[in-house]
């Protein structure tokens, strides 16, 4: 998944998700809170092999699990639109701008101003030693 995509999410708290991501996430897909104070959005396969790394975890990683838990499945009206939970909602930070980010095998999902933010910060520098070592 690739692209960069703004839209609006409305009063009722649907928001409607750009064709060419939907195509790619399938019918059915699921939402969930992501590391930067964002959602994430997963194909139903892929939440599902997750999940199973996620349910393997020690107990000790309950925290991680818990995490996760906020999640949904998503099925699209014939509008392409999806009513994102409120406290998703609240978490993600989402009012009216959003933007839409595809990432290799995730959607993100940002607050548009937060995801301006959050650009401005990256170091290319930074990155460019990590992928270094890394060995790309």
Not at 28 to 40: A, I, M, S, Y
Not at 55 to 82: H, W
Not at 85 to 93: D, E, N, V, W
């Amino acid at each position: 998944m690739r692209g960069e995509y703004q839209y609006t999410i409305d009063s009722k708290g649907r928001l409607s998700f750009p064709p060419k991501l939907r195509e790619e996430l399938g019918e059915n897909f699921v939402v969930f809170r992501g590391l930067d104070h964002n959602l994430w959005a997963y194909t139903a396969d892929d939440w599902t092999a997750f999940s199973r790394k996620l349910a393997a975890l020690p107990t000790k990683a309950r925290g991680i699990q818990q995490f996760y838990s906020a999640n949904f499945e998503c099925e699209p009206d014939a509008q392409g639109r999806v009513l994102i939970p409120q406290p998703l909602r609240s978490y993600a930070g989402l009012k009216k701008d959003v933007t839409f980010v595809g990432v290799l095998n995730r959607v993100e999902i940002w607050d548009s101003a937060a995801w301006d933010d959050h650009n401005s910060k990256i170091n290319v520098d930074a990155i460019a030693e990590q992928m270094d070592a890394m060995g790309m």
